[in-house]
């Protein structure tokens, strides 16, 4: 006699309505080992706000004064992640899951992907302005995002409310160059398949947006860095962007897991001197030079690092690059020509002229006595 068994999908529901009926009917607050245990703590803070599961959901959206101001805030953070977001619709256009970007509290700011108008529980969320936070919308992937602060996969009944268990989604935090959190990108599709490898998708796609966002804040100098035989180019570079002094003002997810210092930003200043066994003028040398170093951390482990310079990286200084700079000099005689025109650009005030490229007034006379 043939045996029947149940399909994946059948027993993963089995599952979620298994866990839904010990924690949101029979209220036992132990995990049941059926759901990720931060989905039933989720749950939990639902019940303790006085929601029910039955409580009809209302996507609101905030008022037209905090949507301008929401909009304005998160400007940066909309151009960063448009192109990136642009892609992945592309990527997950068959799939019928479409793109959320919402700021830190969980407003959307930017929607994009193949959705379907008539459909009112896609256009329900799907617009910008909308209040998709946990405390209005019970458990989502967007709000466990932003309370996990990690990458989250969810599936229909794991949502707290009935009314949005036709949604499945992925969503992943943003961190802004400080190492805040920004928002959080969401893929979220209705009745359509479960499809849990989004969830690395999404994530990938945030490493993106984060790497636009550490390149669009002001910096001298742009280092990347990987561990010695790791390609540098890559997504996962760590990403540092400096100032002229050798400060460290934005830095992406991977640098701060390559340099656990990182994480006291923003509340304390950070000197690339703290963390690179190597000093600050050394790295702005390599970079002029379009070298890769390899350099030791104060801790003993050593990595690779390839810094660039940034063509605005002083308001005062023309926006063109100088016509020397333009692969007419061998690469040797690249810095020593650019300090060059610093000082007469600045009259011989080799102070002026040092703070203009960033570097130590040292260095400054030192590239000059050479030249001579």
Known sequence: MQHLTKSPMASRLERIDQARQAALVDLKSAHTGLVEPWIEQSWQRCLSRGQRTS??????????????????????????????????????????????????????????????????????????????????????????????LRPVWLHRGEHFFKDNAVYSCAGAPLFGPQGQCVGMLDLTGVETSERPELRHLVAQSVRSIENALVNQQA????????????????????????????????????????????????????????????????????????????????????????????????????????????????LKDLETSLILQSVEAHKGNVAQAARALGISRATVYRKLKTKR
């Not at 008539?118 to 329900?124: E, G, H, L, N």
């Not at 969320?125 to 709000?143: F, K, M």
């Not at 003028?281 to 350099?295: C, F, I, M, S, Y």
């Open 55 to 148: 409580d009809r959901v209302v996507f609101e959206a905030v008022s037209r004064s905090d949507l301008q101001a929401t909009a304005e805030s998160n400007r940066r953070l909309i151009e960063s992640a448009r192109p990136v977001i642009e892609q992945l619709a592309r990527a997950i256009a068959d799939t019928r899951y479409f793109a959320i970007l919402t700021n830190h509290h969980g407003v959307v700011v930017d929607v994009d992907g193949v959705m379907d108008a008539t459909d009112k529980r896609v256009s329900a969320i799907a617009r910008v302005g909308v209040d998709l936070s946990e405390e209005t919308v019970g458990t989502t992937a967007i709000g466990a995002a932003l309370r996990e």
């Open 219 to 330: 910096h001298t100098l742009l280092l990347r860095i990987n561990w010695p035989g790791t390609p540098l180019g890559l997504e996962g570079d760590g990403l540092l962007g400096l100032d002229g002094d050798g400060q460290v003002l934005a830095a992406n997810q991977a640098a701060r897991l390559l340099l656990p210092e990182l994480v006291h930003m923003p509340s304390q200043r950070i000197d690339c001197r703290d963390l690179f066994a190597t000093p600050f003028e050394h790295l702005l040398d390599a970079a002029v030079r379009q070298q890769t170093l390899e350099t030791p951390l104060w801790s003993g482990l050593r990595v690779q690092v390839h810094g660039t310079l940034h063509e605005r990286r002083h308001a005062s200084r023309p926006s063109q690059r100088p016509a020397d700079l333009q692969g007419n000099l061998p």
